[in-house]
């Protein structure tokens, strides 16, 4: 979501215990006990995995590292209308909102927009890319279904004339059906990747979706109960599908973030305070207006019945979507998974708010590899856990399960279910280290490692600074990478420390810290998505860069192993107003998507159109450039022109 769109509307960190973090001097005490501990064991193998090492240095170190030979040519900082990639890759457009994805439906007008219509195209602002692999056409074309994500909805770039957010009941409707996701067939044909208009396995899910399924332990619990569903059990739609994952079985998990922003009215009742701690009502939207279910006045629990995981079979198109109630309820950002050696399924996600906190999920049944039905409902059963980042460098997952610690009914909870429903209030109590808002949380399952993506948080004072949130204010974000013990993932104390502090090193007041050898465009800030090449390097897309860098937002490869450590490098620019999204690699890594989420966006703070950027008068066409089409969020595959994989050097 637009860094833009959220200043504007949800600038208020909602999460009431931070006053309660460590101060920076027990953080300083703590740090000078670790370090004499450290000295008296001597080994550097440990020294490597605290969050003291200081692995990341300042780019205007002396060190010198001899570079690995290079597969791109690093692009130049800057802001532009078209995107820019760097030199030795190949881009091209695959799909755009708009696009048709079902016989009989013709090119897209954007002037004769209906609600039926965009049911049956691309929708907008595509967020996260999953990339599910299918057998080789008959021709030897390699095919795949991309499974995207539509974020959210920007009516001033959506429609001739509007002026501001709110629009009638039909536009409404419209930027419903824009919402949610896309599953579509890819083929790759002679190195260029298109999509399949009316492939059987194309789908459109959206807000506006009915018979999404309530699974888990909240499943049919009172508070999820509304006018047209009394039993709690089956939601109309989902919204604000932000990152996501491929579970290990194949099936497409979007995650809902801001969900809070649909809904409109007062928060009172029973429900108050519980809508309080996740910003509900945000009032992003008019769409109450016209519909009671966002009308917290007429459907108090509507907002209870969204901020889940949804999962999808990809395969089947006639599957009910789910919302597995066992992930918990939060701003979700991703749910990324791997599996451990027992064989239970882990899945590691952020909450993406100020001051909120990183979970992960451990299922309690094991993933069966030769029977995909078995998987089936994995997601229902299992346990949710919340992280603590301690100064010594370790991390402890506290489990949110009912009746334990705190989680009782001394404190309003009667069972597992109202645990999940205030995931939030839950992790509060057992004390979870409120970070710099987790975004995407990347498994590296080559070797275990985890990165979290913490994009920045301008409203940490420096009072409120701990050592996994080592800057207030901080403006740029940082990355901390997880390291589970013995790759056991399933395990409740895992090791941390900080891989890069973003933002320019050139400036000493904002405290960078970057690998050696870093040039002038290889920093970055507000790092967001990221994806894994089997190279073990980290690819970070941002959201944010533009207003806060004079530079566009983009995609910069981090390296993550040895003396490189912490060395990045640009490989792909946004053009102006858009953030990139969902950086996934193919499954054989020949080819790169991302996504361009919300370009022209924000126009004010481009150079070249200081004004107002709407549908009619964008900032940027991209990536058309035809006077008769407004800038359409796409999605783009990025190859090199060398034909290698991009794991190779
Ligand atoms: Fe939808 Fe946190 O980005
Ligand atoms: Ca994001
Ligand atoms: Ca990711
Ligand atoms: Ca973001």
Redesign the pocket.
Known sequence: ?SEAFERDFEDQPVNPTIDQSPTINDVIEQRYSRRGVMALMGSAAIAATTPLAGCAQSATDETTTEAAAEDFVELARGVDTNHQTAGGLEDQIVIRWGDPLFDGIGPFNPLAQSVADQENRFGYNN?YIGFVALPDDENGNQRALLCVNH?YTIGNLMFSGRAGRAGTAEEAAIEQAAHGGTIVEIVNIDGAWSYVQGSRYNRRITARTEGMELTGPAAGHPRLATTADPEGRFVIGTL?N??GGITPWGTYLMAE??FNGYFSGEAAGPEQANHERYGVPGGWYNWAEYEARFDLAREPNEPNRFGWVVEIDPMDPQSTPKKRTALGRF?H?GAESLVAPSGQVVLYMGD?QRFDYVYKFVTAGRFNADDRAANRDLLDEGTLYVARFDADGSVEWMPLVYGQGPLTEENDFSSQGEVLIETRRAADLLGATPMD?P?DVQPNPQNGTIYVML?NNSRRSEDQTDAANPRGPNRFGHIIEITEPNGDFTSTTSRWEILVRCGDPADPAIGAEWGPGLSENGWFGSP?NAAMDSANRLYVST?GSEVLNQCANGVWRVETEGLERGYSRLMFLAPTGAEICGPRLSDDENTFFLAVQHPADGGEDFPGHARASTFDDPSTRWPDFAPDMPPRPAVVALTRADGKTFSEV
Request: a negative charge; aromatic letters at 0%.
């Open positions: 979501m967020d974020e604000n932000c990152a973030e801001n701003k950002e993406d808002r975004e994009t967001d959201d």
